[in-house]
């Protein structure tokens, strides 16, 4: 049990790192614009992927 | 070779010249510590775990995972790992927080690795040595192994180009470790976090946005503008947390320490 839980938290901590935000806003961004092009909004799915990425970034340096 | 590609096998390369160069300060701390053949051998299996790693799930992932499916999950991964590079490197470049120096890292590593050592001997294998030779390649390269299988899993054909900027890199840093002798402090480090982290977001972006359907108007050109607009991002906000140190003065002496 022990080597399973150092095993994902190895896992985690290669993903994730030290700002979870940074994974929540990578993954965000593109459900967002997946959500934007199945409403048939591509353009602004085009637009919006970009300026989520920078958003998430800024959050996670705030926090910093 | 089209522009994507050059630019896949530049980020490749430079992504893996920054592993390189911290692998190199490690295996040679264990080399003038606990012998050639120990950190050698540490070197050398880690090498071969990380071919097999990336020979063993590169075709799986493109065989088990539909293309849509696939390039959302590079999009995902190359996003989140080229935030993290792009986050540190911001703040570094800032002086919010220390940049790596290899030669501390250098003395840290033998400091340990002596006092570990019970029988120091030049001849034989070190098992401490050896692991720790292992766990500093296989680490370091394991982000190399996952950003080179990303990259390639991408594109038809894109695994030898992908695997070359890598190979490339990690011979280009053994040989300069080999002649120097010493770590590689003046590789600009986090000037090629900063470059490659602008480049793993930017193909994060695009590669995602299309596997979510997103129809980029300027096609593969839109790779380029990512760049840009993140680098003039970046800038920015080191520009603005600069302002910030500036006006913390303890922040800024233990950050240039």
């Not at chain 2, 050109?221 to 680098?231: D, F, H, N, P, R």
């Amino acid at each position: 049990m022990t080597y399973v839980i150092a095993f994902g938290r190895f896992w985690y901590d290669f993903i994730v790192g030290d700002s979870i935000a940074l994974a929540i806003g990578g993954a965000g961004a593109l459900a967002l614009g997946s959500v934007l092009v199945h409403a048939d909004a591509v353009t602004l799915a085009e637009w919006l992927l970009p300026t989520t990425v920078i958003a998430t970034l800024v959050i996670s340096l705030r926090r910093a | 070779m089209s522009h994507e590609i050059a630019l896949v096998v530049v980020a490749v390369f430079l992504a893996s010249v920054v592993e390189a160069v911290e692998a190199l300060t490690i295996v040679l701390a264990v080399a003038l510590t606990n012998g050639w053949r120990t950190a050698l051998l540490g070197t050398a299996l880690a090498s071969l775990a990380l071919a097999l790693v990336v020979l063993a799930l590169g075709p799986a992932l493109v065989r088990v995972i539909p293309i849509e499916g696939l390039q959302v999950l590079i999009g995902v991964l190359l996003l989140v790992f080229g935030l993290q590079w792009l986050r540190k490197a911001i703040m570094r470049s800032a002086g919010v927080k220390a940049k790596h120096d290899e030669a501390a890292i250098f003395e840290e590593e033998v400091a340990l690795l002596s006092a570990a050592a019970a029988t120091p001997s030049r001849d034989d294998i070190d098992w401490t040595g050896f692991v720790v030779s292992f766990k500093g390649v296989f680490l370091e390269g394991l982000e190399v192994a996952f950003i080179v299988l990303t990259f390639a899993a991408n594109r038809e054909n894109a695994l030898g180009w992908s695997a070359l900027g890598a190979v490339l890199a990690f011979a280009l840093v053994a040989m300069v470790g080999v002649v120097v002798h010493k770590p590689l402090t003046r590789v600009p480090e986090n000037t090629i976090k900063f470059t490659v982290g602008l480049m793993l977001v930017a193909f994060g972006t695009f590669w995602g946005g299309e596997g979510i359907g997103v129809e980029w108007s300027f096609g593969d050109w839109t790779i380029l503008m990512l760049v840009g607009l993140y680098t003039s991002v970046a800038w920015l906000l080191v520009t603005y947390l600069k302002r910030g140190v500036a006006s913390m003065p303890a922040l800024t002496a233990e950050a240039t320490s």
